[in-house]
């Protein structure tokens, strides 16, 4: 297991940025080194305290999760690995939590889909009865299972900042001010998430878990070939729930970071940055629920 990091320090390479969990570098002008942390944001807000072994748990359930969806379409992945483009004093800062992967240009949209009726999307559903311009039939209970999975697009937010849910309509004007045929990938995006989604959801049931919604993002190369990028199906981008305590209702139990959430909330928290430092329970907790989905989702344990 790699150690605990809350941010990396990689001189050789130039940085480009930090994001709310990864930290981003340059390797050349084809290739990016990707370090995932063990940050965690809530509310969109990275907290002070950093939980241990979550970086090494979300790169290997991504990886798992490019190497079991790589048929529907490309990834970013380029098989490269880490510790061979950092020095040898920074290897232990990579290994097990870090990847090497294709520069492309991300779609200005986060690809949400959502299978079950819960989080900001019972919320819009109370208020509207629809998630993002989708209309949905009335009289469902909150964490309803949905007649289909429905994709409902968000605008990325910047650090601190907080992702706002938008209509497919809205996504599609936004991909095509930023990319060349961009309305056509947008389209594109989410037909795949929606794919990719249902594979996942129905793999995920025959290990007793439940993928309620899940979040993903989509990259072009400079031929316009769309690519999953960033992350996918992980603890830190979708809703995990032990099937065996589901029940329409109430927001069920989960294996990812809402019960983090769901401790905040019981705080005098403006869900504003600074962030509040969490017990030692409640990190020991989290990092047992990510590594616990991890385990159920790949039948392997991380050392």
């Known amino acids: 297991m790699s150690p605990l990091l809350f941010q990396s320090s990689i001189a050789s390479l130039p940085l480009i940025g930090r994001g709310k969990v990864r930290d981003i570098y340059a390797v050349d002008d084809d290739r990016l080194l990707i370090v995932t942390s063990d940050r965690l944001s809530a509310f969109d807000v990275v907290l002070p305290d950093p939980i241990p072994g979550k970086g090494a748990v979300l790169t290997a359930m991504a990886c798992f999760w490019f190497e079991r969806l790589a048929h529907v379409l490309p990834n970013q992945l380029t098989g ?49 009865g629809a998630i993002c311009g989708v209309p949905l039939p009335q009289g469902l209970a909150q964490a309803a299972r949905l007649p289909q999975p429905i994709f409902t697009p968000a605008t990325k937010a910047d650090v601190g900042d907080h992702d706002e849910n938008v209509s497919f309509d809205v996504a599609s004007r936004r991909c095509a001010e930023a990319l060349p045929n961009g309305a056509a990938l947008a389209a594109q995006a989410r037909d795949a998430a929606l794919t990719l989604y249902s594979e996942a959801a129905e793999y995920a049931a025959q290990r007793g878990i439940i993928i309620a919604d899940t979040k993903f993002e989509f990259g072009v190369d400079a031929a316009g070939t769309l690519h999953l990028i960033d992350e996918a199906l992980t603890p830190d981008s979708s809703r995990f ?63």
């Open 80 to 128: 490269i690995a880490p510790e061979d483009v950092v020095t040898a004093a920074e290897r232990e800062q990579v290994s097990g939590r870090a990847l090497v992967v294709k520069r492309l240009q991300p779609l200005p949209i986060e690809a949400v889909v959502r299978g079950y009726l819960i989080g900001s999307g019972w919320k819009d559903y109370l208020a509207s």
């Open 241 to 303: 729930w032990p099937a065996e305590r589901y029940r329409e209702g109430i927001s069920p139990p989960s294996f990812d970071k809402q019960y983090v959430r769901d401790y905040l909330e019981t705080l005098d928290w403006d869900k504003r940055a600074p962030g509040p430092k969490l017990p030692t329970e409640v990190i020991a907790a989290t990092a047992a629920k990510y590594a616990d989905a991890y385990a159920l989702l790949t039948g392997r344990r991380l050392p």
